[in-house]
């Protein structure tokens, strides 16, 4: 008897069976890694980069998972920032980046070739640098070698489940630079907030009281659009497509308001959008449904500008118009950390989830390596 996507995620044997590398654990990891990465850092002499000042802008290097936490810490700080956080996914830095600016270079091996070469670059250019990530790797002979402070990082797994490893180490020093306002205080309230989610999201959990599941059926045979309503959680809709891709091998297309009322919202009006009722009857087709139609899934900013609180309202309405089923995620909390943290962590459930109820052992990224190796 075939089972059906809801019957696989609802029966936790089975849950667990479709995941031999543990990736749910990994995920369950994010308050501990919050709680560790701190006490890791508070015990890291940081001497050489607080010293040196508050700087003219904080440049983060870093790929894949690990570069995503250049993202979150732009995100926590936000525009008002003291200091713009620049988070830079390329071999090289950009060419204004010099003494005045802050490099920090995240890799959770520590053997990433393009965050290597970035701190290189900025050694070269006598920027102070930060290096985050495995102790004893080549990332930290550079920053030995550069007399540069340097977080160990213990990995949980894969480095995508590593986030907030990478990530809590950018926020410390940047409170302490006064660049942004992250107290210790705050990144307790966040971690209380991920093991909040992490039970609601547990594997023994069904799926109608169990949000992240309820999300990855809802996805399942759709092609994912999804649109963050403010700068925090544009990078949280980035998150949810890259995390969509390694964890289901999914695509997904992430777009933020109100640029893709801009743009992407024409693609309702294309092949993959269902056949709405109002709309034109092709002839000779009695079944004009793409095989895999479009999903909006917006996800809501309680600080979003009432403007694009509007623009996301109507385009929920265009969607459902079009036969586009919607949903909606929201990123609540006090702080722009709690906003996105417990976000963040309902998407990594259920990207795991959908993989598991679509058959896809979520944890390999073969293609990765293939391609790594080929390059090499």
Known sequence: MTLTAQERLDDPALVEAADPGGVLRQVASAAAQVRTS????????????????????IVVTGMGGSGVAGEVLAAVCGPGSASPVIAQHDYRLPAWVGA?????????SGTTEETLSAAEGAVRR???????????????????QARAPFVPVQPEGMPRFTLWGLAVPLMVVADRLGVADIPADTLETAAADLERV???CRPDSESFVNPAKTLALELDGTLPMIWGSSPLTGVAATR??????????????????PEANHNQVVVFDGPFAPWAATG??????????????????????????????RRRQVSAELAEQHGIGVSELAADGETALQRLAGLLQLIDYATVYLGIAIGVDPGPVGVISDLKERIA
């Open 198 to 200: 992490s039970h609601l």
């Open 240 to 257: 949810f497509a890259c995390q969509l891709n390694e964890n289901a091998k999914y695509p997904a297309i992430p777009g933020v308001l």
């Open 38 to 57: 701190a006490r890791v850092t508070a015990e890291t002499d940081l001497g050489a980069v607080i010293s040196a000042g508050r700087p003219r802008s």
């Open 100 to 108: 005045a600016d802050l490099v920090i270079a995240v890799s959770c």
């Open 126 to 144: 006598g920027c102070p640098l930060l290096g985050v990530g495995g102790a004893g790797s080549p990332l930290a002979r550079i920053a030995e």
């Open 280 to 309: 034109p009857q092709v002839p000779g087709d009695e079944d004009p449904r793409p095989a895999v139609p479009l999903r909006l899934v917006l996800l809501r900013d309680s600080q979003e500008h009432p403007q694009v609180a």
